[in-house]
């Protein structure tokens, strides 16, 4: 029986794997509290309600990253300070976020975290990580199509041009 072998969670965490979820806690919790902020800032009901659900699934995330990184004697990274609850109307109207502004930077980051967890699983000898960054990536999968939803029922979806025509290939 080699060291790969057996129950995959007394295999050690290579330095990839370590890194890799390491930086992914980092950036999880550093949007977490963008998250609360934007809470504080936006209008729109359906957009807050989706907010609030999704910190709540990346607060649950935190803490099971946060657990396999300890069991596995990785220091955690600094987390900042959550975010208080504010009124909107405290807060000035040049100085808020409008809500498709949210929407899209929130569109941004669901992308890049399906990224960064496709790049863990691909990394990954361990499969018990491997499955839990699975589970990460379907619920940031569901997440950006809720969003996405969200954002063409308020019109705040921006979109490319479409390519309607296509030239005639000219034969030499």
């Known amino acids: 029986m080699g060291i790969l ?4 969670q007394n295999e050690p965490m290579h330095y990839g794997e370590v890194f890799g979820v390491w930086s992914y806690l980092t950036v999880t919790k550093g949007l977490l509290v963008t998250y ?7 209008g729109d009901k359906d957009l807050r309600t989706f907010l609030e659900d999704i910190t709540v699934a990346m607060k649950q995330e935190i803490d099971q990253v946060e657990n396999l990184l300890k069991v596995n004697g990785v220091g955690l990274p600094p987390a900042p300070p959550e975010r208080p609850i504010a009124n909107l109307e405290s807060i000035p109207v040049g100085a808020r976020f409008n809500d498709p502004e949210i929407a899209a930077a929130v569109s941004i980051n669901i992308a890049a975290g399906l990224v960064a967890c496709s790049q863990i699983i691909g990394q990954c000898i361990r499969e018990d990580i491997a499955m839990l960054f699975g589970q990460f990536h379907m ?3 569901q997440y950006g199509a809720r969003l996405l939803r969200i954002n063409k029922e308020k019109g705040w979806l921006v979109q490319p041009p479409l390519h309607l025509q296509t030239p005639e290939l000219v034969h030499a």
């Open 5 to 8: 072998s057996g129950n995959p």
């Open 36 to 42: 609360q902020t934007f809470i504080n800032h936006t």
């Open 139 to 141: 619920a940031k999968a």
